[in-house]
């Protein structure tokens, strides 16, 4: 059975940092691309960060670029995403998402290249 349980969301100032975290089962982890997406109250999913199954690639939104970094631990079957520098567009539910091609390299932007996702944690920035 596939999970995956964010942690790690809350309310902070802007400005201030959090450590989002993921925790997978269920699949081959260590051999597929992993995706943080957020959905702003009101508006679609959008993509985040991605890192790809060696951490070789990565990938940012523009948005998030030079803020956030995105992480991850195969053999603890963890991935992270650290948030600095976090504004209130920030705002958003933040999901964790995997894909379901075993070994394949790069990483994607399209939430539609991912086939399991979290329940979300929420992340609310004030100003």
């Known amino acids: 059975q596939v999970q995956l349980v964010e942690a790690g969301g809350g309310l902070v100032q802007a400005g201030a940092s959090l450590r989002l975290s993921c925790a997978a089962s269920g699949f081959a982890f260590s051999r597929v691309a992993m995706g943080w997406f957020r959905q702003p109250p009101g508006k679609e999913r959008e993509f985040v960060a991605a890192?790809?199954?060696?951490?070789?690639?990565?990938a940012y939104a523009d948005s998030v670029k030079g803020r956030f970094t995105i992480s991850r631990d195969n053999p603890q079957n963890m991935v992270y995403l650290r948030m600095n520098s976090l504004k209130p567009e920030d705002t958003a539910a933040y999901y964790c998402a995997a894909e379901s091609s075993v070994g394949r390299y790069g990483v994607r932007r399209d939430g539609t290249s991912y086939t399991y996702w979290g329940q979300g944690t929420q992340v609310t920035v004030s100003s």
């Open positions: 890192i790809s199954w060696g951490s070789s690639t990565t």
